[in-house]
């Protein structure tokens, strides 16, 4: 009975000490982002399997993301420049309108009916070049999104591969993740292999 106790005792300090240990020198490791573990009769220290992606940065650093920002601007700069060339022209169009209504130039009422309802015509048909171009350029972002995440989730596929992650979080302006130790973030990484493997002229 007496060694029982010995024995018991021995264990219960044994136990004391590595809660000691852990609760001391666990401090100075915290930074390596893991947490203690028991394996079989040990405990054992591992980082856990989960790693987040700064979306932001990403989309500001892939090479990729900026060329399809960059082919959507220019359609909109482009849309843009055509619909101010033709609202210049119909604005002018009914200024002059305006003036020979004013100085009697036309012979005949029919003629100025006729000449203001082929200018709101023009009007309306540039209201729907207006929408039309609106909703194409919509369709074109849409599929241009589609693509970079369709490539950004085949990457991490196979980057997982040799990383071993179980969880890949999405950040977007601390939205989804509040707080998270900086050995979590895999955005440097990512980015950096991304544009190791874009090649624009594919």
Do not use: C, W
């Amino acid at each position: 009975m007496k060694n029982f106790n010995l024995i018991s005792n021995g264990v219960l300090l044994l136990a004391v000490i590595v809660l000691f240990y852990f609760q001391f020198h666990g401090k100075q490791q915290s930074e390596s982002q893991g947490v203690i573990v028991a394996s079989g009769n040990t405990l054992k220290y591992t980082k856990l399997p989960i790693a987040y992606i700064n979306v932001d940065s990403l989309l500001a650093n892939y090479k990729f993301a900026k060329d399809l920002n960059e082919t959507l601007l220019r359609k909109q700069e482009n849309s843009r420049a055509s619909l101010n060339e033709k609202a210049k022209v119909l604005q002018g169009e009914m200024a002059d309108f305006q003036k020979k209504v004013e100085n009697n130039a036309f012979l005949s009422r029919e003629r100025a009916e006729t000449e203001q309802r082929r200018l709101v015509g023009k009007q309306q048909e540039l209201q729907q070049m207006e929408q039309r171009l609106s909703s194409e350029l919509m369709v074109q972002q849409q599929k241009m999104n589609e693509q970079l995440r369709d490539t950004i989730n085949a990457f991490l596929k196979e980057y997982n591969k040799t990383k071993g992650y179980d969880l890949i979080l999405s950040n977007t302006m601390s939205d989804n993740i509040l707080f998270a130790k900086p050995s979590y973030n895999i955005t440097k990484e990512v980015v950096e292999k991304l544009n190791e493997k874009y090649n624009p002229k594919k």
